[in-house]
């Protein structure tokens, strides 16, 4: 496993942006897939973003979110623009090994930060 640790969350108005960041330690970052999720009051966890080699997106946050990653700094990113009051939720970093396609549900995923707060006001 790898351990994850988020910062960059906080309240912002719609239309305004945010960046997230997930510090990684343990295993080789450059071998792992990494990838956000979402989660807010009552609903499933649901898949962000993700990245290997290149960046991979929901539908919900296509054209309005960018992952990347600093493989020298053991960090992933997450920029959100154009932020909408839907997108309010407890956004977790999530790491994995697994070789096929770029996983999209959590189960495939053995690695979780503890997750930050993002609140889009109205």
């Known amino acids: 496993q790898v351990q994850l640790v988020e910062s960059g969350g906080g309240l912002v108005q719609a239309g305004g942006s945010l960046r997230l960041s997930c510090a990684a330690s343990?295993?080789?970052?450059?071998?792992?897939?990494m990838a956000w999720f979402r989660q807010a009051p009552g609903k499933e966890r649901e898949f962000v973003a993700a990245?290997?080699?290149?960046?991979y997106y929901a539908d919900s946050v296509k054209g309005r979110f960018t992952i990347s990653r600093d493989n020298a700094k053991n960090t992933v990113y997450l920029q959100m623009n154009s932020l909408k009051p839907e997108d309010t939720a407890v956004y977790y970093c999530?790491?994995?090994?697994?070789?096929?396609?770029?996983?999209?549900?959590?189960?495939?995923?053995?690695?979780w930060g503890q997750g930050t707060q993002v609140t889009v006001s109205s």
């Open positions: 999530a790491a994995t090994t697994w070789s096929g396609a770029i996983p999209t549900i959590p189960d495939r995923y053995d690695s």
């Open positions: 343990g295993r080789p970052f450059g071998s792992s897939a």
């Open positions: 990245i290997k080699w290149s960046g």
